[in-house]
């Protein structure tokens, strides 16, 4: 029996040696994503940065479009940066960016971010791209919304049919959007929590899920949704409201409340993402699988432009 | 191709970190399994009950702490280990831990307890008693490491709060599979469950088979 257990350990050292001398071997070169183009952009050769750890804390939309499989390894090839991406919502987001457990953040709540930035608690705030929301539902559309104009009065037309609606329900930039429209058009179904009105507390993802199975309506963005279509039963039932605009913003987590964040990194990763080349690559994702573009980019304009 | 080695990487570090995990609980949880068992101090049953406890803790909850005291805003911020495989081994060890320990302790006190007098009577050294006493409990207490194993490579929650599911970083089975279903992709998020599925029966059956081999002695 001594022998039997000194066998058993000694394989199981042996066992975890050879995995841990394996592992990194096995890191593949992230191509991952299928049809877009990952061009070779002239490779800047950037000295290998003095903290390559950054933290980037986003929402699930931008995870669960796939947006960020193709950004983020770009990013790293060309800076040397290695990256985190924590992906939670919105308001998780910007939690860690006030406790600095994060050091940039890609985000799309303008409301709460401005009230962020107020707090002090992030340097720089950049405009990036934007999507735009969509209202999607089962085929059959019970509450008689399809083509409606405004997304307010959908909402209406929702909350009168007492049609199921799957709210995203966990403060993300989705979630506030909804919230917004709702309060426009004059009802409270988050407070008074009428039984059509279902809260995930999800990822847009999983979300739209839901939405599918129990043949309800909600609030996407309309990249997360072209992602996901192929495992969906839901249309595309109200667009192109300027009320559904998504914008996003980078913001770098100021250094002067937490000086442990890399904020050197964080500047790199936001520049990059604004600079035209990767602009660029923001504007082609998803035209070849799609058929339609997913992220328009905005570096150039202002908020004002667009309507913020 | 592409793909199935991303399966592969995941693949080796679930195991890795689980592995790790169960080896470091049993480093510290058979000897404070055998204190538990064979010592007698005050506060002792007190300890114990903490133990048992502690083997229904749920993952989600030893995950929050575990990151609440790994961000940077923590108190053990400065070791950068949020959002990395050792905070994934870290969390884990907390949660094979008590199994362990509850376990062994229970394996031991199974024993006669004429066993421990016979021994030290017959001049065996207290390291010597003990061993012995493990080798006497060695069926239990393999099922007792198994089932330390079972509860952190199947386990979700902690690893997705202080590893973030973090491309090729921190992503494990479980995580993975989480990710997948999220976006619709169940082909794939079966697919992971089974793998998940088939190696942690391949670990088990090795660790079966020793147990069923010592068990014949």
Redesign the interface.
């Known amino acids: 029996?001594?022998s039997?257990?000194s066998l058993?350990f000694g394989l199981?050292f042996i066992?975890?040696i050879a995995?841990?001398g394996?592992?990194p071997a096995?890191?593949?070169t992230?191509?991952?994503a299928p049809a877009t183009e990952v061009p070779t952009a002239a490779p800047t050769a950037n000295p290998a940065p003095a903290n390559p750890?950054l933290?980037l804390a986003t929402t699930t939309s931008t995870q669960?479009s796939g947006l960020l499989?193709v950004l983020v390894p770009l990013f790293e090839q060309q800076t040397g940066y290695k990256v985190?991406?924590?992906?939670v919502g919105t308001g998780a987001a910007l939690q860690m960016g006030q406790?600095?457990?994060a050091d940039v953040l890609l985000v799309h709540a303008p409301s709460s971010e401005v009230t962020y930035m107020k707090g002090g608690f992030g340097k720089d705030r950049l405009l990036v791209m934007h999507n735009d929301f969509i209202i999607v539902g089962p085929t059959t559309d019970p509450a008689g919304i399809k083509g409606t104009a405004s997304a307010v009065d959908a909402f209406k037309k929702i909350a009168t049919a007492s049609a199921p609606f799957i709210s995203r329900g966990d403060q993300s930039g989705t979630n506030t959007k909804e919230l917004a429209l709702w309060k426009s058009a004059g009802l409270d179904p988050a407070g008074q929590k009428p039984t059509w009105y279902v809260e995930s507390g999800?990822?847009m993802?999983?979300t739209?899920?839901i939405a599918?199975q129990k043949n309800a309506y909600t609030l996407t963005d309309r990249a997360t949704y072209l992602?996901?279509k192929?495992?969906?039963q839901l249309d595309i039932l109200v667009e192109k409201d300027t009320s559904l605009l998504n914008v996003y913003h980078v913001i770098t987590v100021n250094p002067d409340k937490?000086p442990?964040?890399n904020y050197v990194g964080a500047m790199a990763f936001a520049k990059w993402i604004i600079d035209p080349a990767t602009q660029d690559v923001i504007a082609k994702f998803g035209v070849d699988k799609y058929g339609q573009q997913l992220f328009i980019p905005d570096a150039t304009k202002t908020d004002a432009d667009l309507g913020l | 191709m592409?793909?199935d080695?991303?399966i592969?990487?995941i693949t080796?570090?679930s195991?890795?970190v689980s592995?790790?995990a169960t080896?470091l609980s049993l480093l510290l949880g058979l000897p404070l399994g055998t204190l538990l068992a064979l010592g007698r101090f005050p506060g002792r049953s007190f300890l114990l009950s903490l133990v048992n406890t502690g083997m229904g803790l749920p993952p989600v909850v030893v995950g929050l702490f575990v990151a609440m005291s790994l961000?940077?805003?923590g108190p053990l911020?400065?070791l950068?280990l949020?959002?990395t495989p050792t905070a994934i081994v870290i969390a884990q060890v907390v949660i094979a831990f008590p199994v362990v320990t509850g376990l062994t302790t229970a394996a031991l006190q199974a024993l006669d307890t004429g066993l421990q007098l016979q021994l030290l009577g017959l001049g065996a050294s207290r390291l010597q008693m003990i061993w012995l006493l493990w080798?006497e409990a060695?069926l239990p207490l393999l099922a007792g490491m198994m089932a330390g194993f079972g509860s952190v490579i199947s386990e979700v929650g902690a690893s997705m709060m202080v590893g973030?599911?973090?491309?090729?970083?921190t992503r494990v089975l479980t995580t993975a599979i989480v990710l997948e279903?999220?976006?619709?992709?169940?082909n794939n998020a079966i697919g992971l469950a089974v793998l998940l599925l088939t190696i942690t029966f391949l670990v088990n059956w090795g660790l079966t088979w020793?147990q069923q081999?010592?068990a014949k002695?």
Not at chain 1, 84 to 87: E, L, R
Not at chain 2, 181 to 186: C, I, P, R, V
């Open positions: 029996m001594k039997r257990l058993l199981l066992f975890v995995l841990s394996c592992a096995a890191v593949p992230p191509t991952a750890d933290i669960d499989d985190k991406v924590v992906a406790q600095g457990n999800q990822g993802g999983a739209l899920t599918s992602a996901n192929a495992n969906l937490w442990k964040v | 592409q793909i080695l991303e592969f990487q080796v570090l195991l890795e592995i790790l080896f961000w940077r805003s911020g400065d950068n949020i959002y080798r060695r973030g599911n973090i491309r090729y970083q279903t999220s976006k619709g992709e169940f020793i081999r010592a002695r």
